[in-house]
């Protein structure tokens, strides 16, 4: 016999499975709800892509205009497009949020700035003001026996003119037992003039961020290299962040950590930890910095996906093992 939290948290997982395949059956067909091993890349509407482990959903790729029914509409923060989210946990439960009461412009993973500088103007697309990102073109939907990779090509458009060329390559491998890494390309390339980024003064907040699920603070550990931290950090170089808290009971515990790889500019770049959810990479952070039409800027980023709190060592493990690869 179980004991009674080992008993309730099986039977959640279970719940969890059965409702998966439901959607899964009604939403995008009877064959996506067979169970079985296969990595697969599948159209959930017009709007969004889901990538599968087998009969398990990783993530959510939202390529359409997503918007937020609880956000007035006269709040320019209800809509939104071109980013990630739901992303999984092992057992299904989902990680990240998205149109947040406290905070309606996060969305899940995203990559946005306070500050884009275009000529003499200056627009905010971590609010979403003046400039929006939307999609231009599918460029590889690649399926693998243990990856698949998603490839999109979006734009930063000012009204009707695009400034800047988005590349996003999302590559979900194979999960082990208890973790799963998911890697996350960015390719920028300014159209025809200069475009200048900067991040949040005293802050440094302004490019990759994700969001997670809102807790209890006292339910959340936030770890970095130098180990456990209950506070708050800004504008503070890490090569990067662990977010792990605890869900519907005290031994169901998940997260994930951002990777910063040391191949990425000015590495490594500052951040701010928030333990009520965001966690953001500042880059270029508070020091303007201008992309140039012709180059393309590379951000390389992994989310490693696990299952309870990581002890340091494993951290620090996981991390060698993407930091030692090329990109």
Known sequence: MLPPFQLVHSIGVCLRTICWTAFLWFVVGPSAAVLGQDMAIRDLSDKSVGIFDGERPVLVYNHGVMVGEHVPKQDHRWKRAC???????????V?????PKDHY????????????????????TWQGTGMDQRFVRWIDRKVGVD?????????????????????????????GADSQAVDVR?????????????GRGGKSYGGLTMRFRSKAKEDVTITVPTGRTRE??????????????????ADDMSGATVMIHPQHPDYPPMWLTRHYGPQCVGWPG???????????TQLDYRIWIHRGLPELEQLKKAYEDYSSNAN
């Open 83 to 93: 980013y990630i989210h739901p992303v999984y946990d092992l057992s299904g439960d």
């Open 286 to 296: 508070v020091e303007a910095q201008t992309l140039v039409p012709g180059e393309t």
């Open 105 to 124: 412009h996060h969305h899940g993973v995203f990559w946005t700035w306070p500050y884009v500088k275009v000529e003499d103007k200056t627009f905010d």
């Open 147 to 175: 990856a698949v990779t998603l490839a999109v090509e979006n734009g930063w458009f000012i009204g009707e003119k695009k400034v800047m060329i988005e590349q996003v390559e999302i590559t979900v491998n194979r999960a």
């Open 95 to 99: 990680l990240t949020e998205d149109f």
């Open 232 to 249: 708050d950090l800004k504008m503070t170089p890490l090569q990067w962040v662990d977010y792990t808290s605890k869900h519907s009971d």
């Open 186 to 198: 960015l390719l920028l390339t300014p159209t025809e003039q200069p475009v200048t980024l900067q």
